[in-house]
């Protein structure tokens, strides 16, 4: 077994996010020769294996809410293959390394500045939220390259990923980021769904440059 054998030598103190996408392969190497499992019986063996949605939503990096609707099939291209490739992980792994897993999430999360507010961090970008004008801004770092190529499916992914993570957590609230030639744009969205990029709305009080400066130095450093 390749995915087994893969999970008794990780170090899952290093590179988390790399560590993830590399279960993430091994399990659709594995698992998906198998016949599809709908959500309801992952949720079971999720269950099973002791992994409850808040743990299993914070070794995703989303938000507890995001895994209960993918679970109450919210989500209408089924269960996320992340989430499954976790599950199925975490299904053979010894109490030891669940154990330096979850470790290893919790140490990862220090101060990001001095700032009075903390700005919370997710894997490829840095929130800035805003009592103004009902608006959360996105410090872009290497994922949301939207100015390079707007037409990428894959930057297409990342926008709609990042508005369903928000609309989870702040609700219907304009998202506004700053792509990476630092152009400020907007991400529109229906309730949650992702619409398309636009300019920025004229009357949007833009946060300080540095504050956005030390959301990114924070992020990336989170990301080495």
Known sequence: MIYAEYLRKVDFSVNIKSTLRRLFNLWQCQIMEKKE???????????????????LAALAGVSPNSVYRAFAGYWTRGLPGYLCAIIAAWEIMSVEQRQKWTDALANRREPMSENKSKIPLRSTFALIPSETNGVVFIADAAALKIAVNRRARSVTNDAENVVRYL????????????????????????????????????????????LVDDAIRALESSND
Request: overall charge negative; charged content about 35%; some cysteine.
């Open 167 to 210: 609309y989870d957590r702040f609700g219907d609230k304009k998202i506004i980021y700053r792509d990476s030639e630092r152009e400020w744009e907007e991400l529109q969205h229906t309730k949650g769904e992702f619409t398309t990029f636009a300019p920025c709305p004229d009357g949007v009080n833009l946060p300080d440059p540095s």
């Open 37 to 55: 499992q709908p959500e309801a019986e992952w949720s079971q063996r999720a269950r099973e294996a002791g992994l409850n949605q808040v743990t």
